[in-house]
């Protein structure tokens, strides 16, 4: 076990990482990486700041990972319950791997270029979470690699820019990015970067996220961070704004023992994926996530209000009026903008009704909390 001094260390960094500590960035590890948590003005004024105009984040600790070869889309869809086959070129899909049970082994995003095949973004790009990246990457590898060639883009940083005033700012920089719409992407030119630029994000609101080669990272950060809208932000505000807009963190709101349907995610299994769609199936975890699509899961992932001023945390047991438990908070915070408590928490049918009261218990304290529909501030994605 390492040593808190040896901690720093062991670390991988961003290609950013030197700007973040020039702006005064707390830095904290997170999936491996040191990563700005926040900076001088702090967590709540980020939040506003994305909420109000544009915020900057660094999420280069994530996976980027391009197919090549005529077969990407086919055999990418022998691991996934999802549409890639139909994927129109210039579009990204939300997507998630799953296992043999019809648990989720990680979710991601999916872009097809506009081109036939790019050089730098091949066939398919792909970007998947930073903690689950080496375990995608080799089962893309074992499960698709005879169908098509895996690539890993470490030498891409990632960049993604939020909020109502996204599009006018990067707008300076390249004038055609305004052109796209939610879940679009293109290559442009940015400050001198070959990127690839998708119109969405992970606050609910308006923004990009600017695969940049490493190398030119920085040059594009500072060009960004130089438009009168645009300040950074950390991971801190970046998961409040997310847990605003009911957006799942894996290996929190989902994971290898949840289901696409218990998750609430079944809107992204297109119906030619879906029994009796002409590609139906042949993904693992089918038979259990097709009885889940026909009948209804166990259990289901809700919102959640409290009705006192309390924040409830991840992993706050959730119980019934007499006291019996029945599950607990997978993600939860005091929303900045929703202005109360809000939480997630997967329970049984029966109590994950509209309008339907639980307790949190915090401290000895039974705390009252309301089943409500999500997201908990309105998406204000440019459709």
């Known amino acids: 076990m390492s040593t808190p001094t040896e901690l720093p260390q062991t670390l991988l960094q961003t290609p950013l990482h030197a700007l973040h500590l020039r702006l005064g960035a707390r830095m904290v590890p997170f999936a491996g990486y040191s990563m700005p948590v926040q900076y001088p003005e702090g967590l709540m004024a980020e939040h506003r700041q994305c909420r109000e105009a544009a915020a900057l ?38 997507a998630f791997f ?40 080799a089962h893309l590898r074992t499960q698709a690699g005879s169908r098509c060639t895996v690539v890993p883009l470490p030498d891409r940083a990632l960049l993604a820019l939020q909020g109502p005033a996204a599009a006018q700012a990067l707008a300076r920089l390249a004038p055609r ?65 997310r847990l605003e807009a009911g957006l799942c963190l894996y290996g929190h709101d989902i994971d290898e023992r949840t289901s696409p349907v218990e998750a609430g995610l079944q809107w992204a299994i297109q119906k030619v994926r879906r029994p009796g769609g002409a590609r139906a199936g042949g993904y693992p975890g089918a038979a259990a996530i097709e009885r889940q699509l026909a009948a209804n899961p166990p259990s289901k992932r ?6 006192e001023r309390v924040p409830v945390r991840e992993g706050t047991p959730i119980v019934d009026a007499q006291g019996r438990a029945l599950g607990k908070v997978t993600s939860g915070t005091l929303a900045p903008t929703a202005n109360q408590p809000i939480a997630m928490a997967y329970l049984p049918l029966n ?29 204000r994605y440019r459709r």
Do not use: W
Request: proline share 5%.
């Open 57 to 94: 984040f660094d999420v280069s600790h994530m996976g980027q990972v391009k197919l090549v070869g005529a077969g990407s889309a086919a055999a990418l869809e022998t691991l996934v319950p999802v549409d890639v086959i139909d994927l129109a070129a210039g579009r990204q899909r939300y």
């Open 98 to 137: 799953t296992n043999a049970s019809g648990g989720i082994l990680d979710d991601l995003m999916i872009a097809r270029p506009a081109e036939a095949t790019d050089a730098d973004f091949g066939d398919l790009l792909l970007v998947v979470n930073a903690g689950c990246k080496a375990a995608d990457i």
């Open 177 to 241: 990015t305004a052109e796209l719409v939610f879940m679009a992407g293109g290559v442009f030119e940015i400050a001198g970067a070959r990127c690839f630029v998708t119109r969405s994000g992970y606050t609910g609101e308006d923004g990009f996220e600017i695969s940049v080669p490493a190398d030119q990272a920085v040059a594009l950060a500072e060009a960004l961070l130089a438009q009168p809208e645009v300040k950074p932000a950390g991971l801190g505000a970046r998961d409040t704004l």
């Open 302 to 307: 809700v919102g959640l209000v409290g009705l």
């Open 351 to 379: 109590h994950a009704l509209p309008q339907h009261e639980v307790y949190a218990e915090v401290r000895g304290r039974r705390l009252p909390m309301r089943v409500t529909a999500m997201p908990f501030v309105p998406n």
